[in-house]
Every structure is written in structure tokens, then in C-alpha cells.
């Protein structure tokens, strides 16, 4: 039975090391499936970031070209007031009057354009900054697979020496 005891130290050292491994490999591929997912979830901020983006500016674009209609219809019922009365339109105060209602469509039509890019550029930032997010945790899980990986090693070679040390204190196959 004394020589069956380093056979078992030996196989119980060798079970331990590819169980360590095995182990360490396991965990390695969970992260890197983690990895995975973070990675696809940035391109996904990124390409929602984009559509939001689009989607705000035609908004205020829309927004802005129904401003410029409704002006234009008010412009168009002010100098059709000024001919009833007898004024002509486009001379003196009748025509700043035109003119001022002119210039107020076209301010309100650029604050809105403007107003529509500064709310498109931050959805953009923000996905971005997601997006970010997301790749540093990706990149987190690939160095947390990584050590897995390591770990799994330094274990089984840990479970060989280890082993490999029982064997030679107990004088397995003829050691000490």
C-alpha cells in the first residue's frame, strides 16, 4: 500500500493543477464575454448618440421653417393691412415695420437652429462619454481575464510543487 502513496500524491497534485487551470480559464472567459458586451454597448451609445443627434436637428430645422411660414404670413397680412389703410408698404416706417418683422423671423429661425445643434452636439457628447465609459470597462475585463487566467496558472503550478513536495518529505519512489 506504501507504493501506491506517491501515485495518489502525484495524481492528486496533477487533479489539483488542472483544476486551478480549468478554473482560471473559466473566469478568464467570463470576463472576456463581459469584455464583449461593453464593447458592443459603447458602439451602441455611439450610433444612438448619432441618431439622437439627427433627430434633434431635423426637429429644429421643422421648427425653424414653420417659424419662417408663420412670418411670412404675418409680413404678408401687415402690408396687406398697410395697402387697405392706404400706406405703401415699402417706404418709410411702413417698410422698417416689414423689415423689423423680417429680421425678428430670421433672429427667432437661427436662435432655434442654434438653439437645436447645442441640444444635438450634448446628446452626442453624452453618448459619447457612455461610449467611453463602457470601452474602460471592457478594458477593465480584459485585464480581469487576464489575471484569471495568471491566477489559474500560479495555481496548478502551486498544486504541482506542492505535490511534488509531499512526494519527496514522504520519500515517494525512492526520494529522501
Do not use: C
Amino acid at each position: 500500500m506504501a507504493g501506491a502513496m506517491p501515485w495518489l500524491q502525484l495524481g492528486g497534485a496533477v487533479l489539483g493543477a488542472v483544476g486551478s487551470q480549468q478554473a482560471g480559464n473559466a473566469q478568464s472567459a467570463v470576463y472576456s464575454i463581459n469584455s464583449d458586451m461593453h464593447e458592443r454597448a459603447a458602439a451602441m451609445e455611439r450610433q444612438m448618440g448619432k441618431y439622437n443627434a439627427a433627430v434633434i436637428r431635423e426637429s429644429a430645422k421643422e421648427t425653424a421653417e414653420d417659424v419662417r411660414r408663420k412670418g411670412e404670413r404675418d409680413t404678408a397680412r401687415t402690408t396687406v393691412a398697410f395697402a387697405a389703410s392706404g400706406i405703401e408698404s415699402f417706404s418709410g416706417t411702413a417698410s422698417d415695420v416689414v423689415f423689423d418683422e423680417t429680421l425678428k423671423v430670421q433672429r427667432n429661425m437661427a436662435r432655434i437652429i442654434m438653439s437645436g445643434n447645442a441640444k444635438a452636439n450634448m446628446a452626442e457628447y453624452n453618448a459619447s462619454r457612455l461610449a467611453w465609459n463602457h470601452m474602460a470597462q471592457a478594458q477593465i475585463a480584459d485585464y480581469q481575464g487576464s489575471q484569471a487566467s495568471a491566477a489559474g496558472d500560479m495555481g496548478a503550478l502551486g498544486s504541482l510543487i506542492g505535490g511534488a513536495y509531499d512526494i519527496a518529505s514522504t520519500g515517494g519512489f525512492g526520494i529522501g
